[in-house]
C-alpha cells in the first residue's frame, strides 16, 4: 500500500482558490499511490482564527467538489485534510451564529465522499479553535481495500483514549492531519510515535508549511510503523512524502507482541 502526504505550504498572501487548484494538482500528481492525505485546515490557516467564520464551507461546497474531483482523476483514496465546516443552509449569512466544526473528509477513488470526522479535541484553552467551534463527538473509521483506518485531528494526537477508541472500532492506520506549531514540533513526532508504538499501528501524520496568523509551522510530517519506528519523515517546508506500507505487519506484530490484549481499563 503507498500513502503519500503532501504537506502543503499555506502561505496568507495566496488566494484560497489558487490554493485549492494547487492541491488539487497535487493531488493528481500522485496517481499510483492508494492513499493521498492533505493537512488540517489548509484553506484558511490552523490558526488565523479569523478566517474561520468568512471561510467556513458546508460538507458539499468547494473545497470537497475540488477534492473529489482530484481524488476520482488520480484514482486514490484521498483524506482531504479538514475544512472549517459551516451547518447553516448555504444562503444563510456567514456569521449567523451557527455551529462552525473542524471537519475531516475522505474521499473514494471514485470521488464519493466516504467519511467525515468533525475534531473532538479543539486547540485555544478557551480561545481560539475552543471557542469558535463546537467539538465533535464520534469516532470515525473507515474500511480502505487493505487496511481500517481511524481519524484524528492535530491536538487529538495528546488525548491518546481516542485512539484506543479507534482499535477498538477495528483502527490499524491512524490518519492525522495537523496544523502544528514548529515551538512544540519535538511533542509533534514524540507523540506520534507513541501513538503507533502503543496502539501497534501505523501513524500517517501530514502537517503544513508556511506561517498561518503569525504561527510558524512545523512541517515534518512523518510516517511511524506499529513497532515505533519512523519510516519517513519531512523537513520543513512544502513537501510531497511518500511511502510504501505493508499492512500485513500490523496483524503480525499484535500477534508476536500482544499487548492490546491485556488491556484492563476500558470505557
Known amino acids: ?89 448555504a444562503d444563510a449569512p456567514a456569521a449567523d451564529g451557527s455551529p462552525l466544526y473542524n471537519t475531516s473528509l475522505v474521499f473514494s477513488p471514485s470521488g464519493e465522499r466516504a467519511a467525515a470526522y468533525r475534531k473532538i479535541h479543539r486547540f485555544g484553552f478557551d480561545k481560539g479553535e475552543a471557542v469558535l467551534m463546537d467539538a465533535g463527538t464520534e469516532p470515525v473509521t473507515v474500511r480502505l481495500p487493505e487496511i481500517t483506518a481511524g481519524l484524528a485531528t492535530c491536538y487529538d494526537l495528546r488525548f491518546p483514549e481516542l485512539f484506543r477508541a479507534l482499535v477498538d472500532e477495528g483502527a490499524q492506520l491512524f490518519v492525522v492531519p495537523a496544523g502544528w506549531p514548529a515551538r512544540r514540533r519535538e511533542h509533534w513526532t514524540l507523540l506520534a510515535r507513541a501513538r503507533a508504538l502503543e496502539n501497534q499501528s501505523y501513524v500517517l501524520a501530514c502537517g503544513t508549511a508556511g506561517t498561518h496568523a503569525g504561527v510558524e509551522q512545523a512541517g515534518h510530517s512523518i510516517v511511524v510503523d506499529p513497532w515505533g519506528e519512523v519510516l519517513a519523515e519531512a523537513g520543513a517546508g512544502e513537501e510531497v512524502l511518500t511511502v510504501d506500507l505493508d499492512p500485513d505487519r500490523v496483524a503480525a506484530i499484535r500477534e508476536d507482541f500482544p499487548a492490546l490484549k491485556d488491556r484492563v481499563l476500558r470505557s
Open 1 to 89: 500500500m503507498r500513502a503519500s502526504l503532501i504537506q502543503l505550504g499555506v502561505d496568507p498572501a495566496e488566494p484560497v482558490d489558487a490554493r485549492r487548484a494547487r492541491a488539487a494538482a497535487l493531488v493528481r500528481e500522485q496517481r499510483g499511490s492508494d492513499l493521498v492525505v492533505l493537512p488540517e485546515l489548509w484553506t484558511v490557516g490552523a490558526f488565523a482564527y479569523e478566517s474561520f467564520a468568512p471561510g467556513a464551507e458546508p460538507l458539499d461546497g468547494p473545497t470537497a467538489t475540488a477534492m473529489a474531483q482530484a481524488a476520482r482523476d488520480a484514482g486514490v483514496w484521498l483524506h482531504a485534510g479538514s475544512i472549517v465546516e459551516r451547518t447553516a443552509p
